[in-house]
């Protein structure tokens, strides 16, 4: 099961505006990617964002931008890697994965954090690639190597344990 949400780091990868128009089903992906980071500031899980070549690929995306207040700009497409990547966030927490594009930054920032010993679980929903095969390939090699494979609603239902919660109205009008 999904860790409490302060024992969660959700961490949205790359969702920039000049790769949204390649990435097959973005709306889709950035409208979870939004849910997510709605449900994370109303039931206190940490967000992350990153940009990769922000100059080249532009910055986070106007649907997000509200939740991407100091994105970490990053050449490296492996996000953990990367020279500012805080480590201490990571620390003792889940890694929430979601992003553009699976195949490249998506997947080795997972790979990265999973060789460094962190629960990951991948949000199949508010993750794309440019062809529908390439994010096929990366969800099976990075569950393959361990990562867990859920959805938005999988999250933001268990973050919430029960329909007791103080937000279990605020998160059902979300996903709906």
Request: proline residues 6%.
């Amino acid at each position: 099961m999904t860790p409490e949400p302060d024992s969660s780091l959700l961490l949205l990868i790359d969702f920039q505006t000049r790769l949204a128009p390649a990435i097959e089903s973005a709306a889709e992906a950035v409208a979870n990617a939004r849910r997510l980071a709605e449900g994370a500031r109303l039931l206190g899980a940490e967000t992350l964002f990153t940009e990769q070549n922000p100059e080249k690929l532009g910055r986070t995306v106007p649907e997000l931008a509200e939740f991407a207040t100091a994105p970490i700009a990053k050449m490296n497409f492996d996000a953990f890697a990367a020279p500012d990547f805080p480590k201490e966030k990571v620390e003792g927490r889940a890694v929430i994965v979601a992003g553009f594009e699976a195949h490249v930054c998506v997947l080795q920032t997972v790979l990265g954090l999973l060789e460094d010993g962190r629960l990951v679980l991948v949000v199949t929903d508010a993750v794309g690639s440019r062809r529908p095969e390439n994010k096929q390939a990366a969800l099976r090699r990075m569950e393959r190597f361990g990562a867990e494979l859920v959805t938005t609603e999988m999250i933001l239902f268990e973050w919430l344990r029960g329909a007791d919660h103080p937000h279990f109205r605020d998160i059902s009008r979300l996903v709906k």
